[in-house]
């Protein structure tokens, strides 16, 4: 049996594509009610407070994702504050990521940042590619005093 050109063509056509990996997207909003009237303060939900009384807070759309290229859409709805937004994986659900007393900020260099959307002033917003592998990582604003005040979120990568 002979195949014509346009036969095998049509066959060719009916292979199966190879997948293409899907792309995630994170909307993430980076908010606070006004600047805050105790910097000093710890709110953050590590330090035993209740995230209800935080001044600042991140917000993202998606906790759990498929693992693979994951687009953060960040937008900063604060009208008077310069917020920025961080990603750094967790080397383990026990560890705390290394926090800087004196500077009031986790040192991003030995938390390992994996990319930021740095300095968004109000009203801004940005965003950042990554590829992630399964595991949980987390996201904050690092501006001095915002991570302690609430400004930060886990995803979990599947």
């Known amino acids: ?4 050109a ?7 056509g009916l292979a ?3 997948a ?14 006004g600047i805050d009237p105790n910097p000093d303060m710890k709110l953050g939900m590590d330090m035993g407070g209740k ?8 917000k993202v759309d998606k906790t ?13 709805t604060s009208k008077e504050t310069t917020h920025e937004m961080i990603v750094v994986a967790l080397k383990d659900t026990k560890s705390s990521l290394p926090y800087s007393d004196n500077e009031n900020r986790i040192n991003e260099d030995a938390a390992g940042s994996l990319g930021e959307v740095s300095e968004l ?4 917003s940005g965003t950042l590619t990554l590829d992630l592998k399964p595991g949980r990582y987390v996201v904050f604003c690092n501006v001095p005093a915002h991570y302690m005040n609430g400004m930060w979120q886990t995803i979990d990568v599947k």
């Open 16 to 18: 199966p594509l190879p």
């Open 121 to 124: 002033d109000p009203g801004k």
């Open 51 to 58: 995230i209800s009384d935080a001044t600042m807070g991140l």
């Open 1 to 4: 049996m002979k195949f014509s």
């Open 64 to 76: 759990t994702i498929p693992s693979g290229k994951v687009v953060f859409e960040v937008v900063n």
């Open 6 to 12: 346009y036969a095998a063509a049509a066959l060719i």
């Open 20 to 33: 293409i990996a899907a792309t995630t997207t994170i909307h993430v909003r980076l908010w606070d009610k």
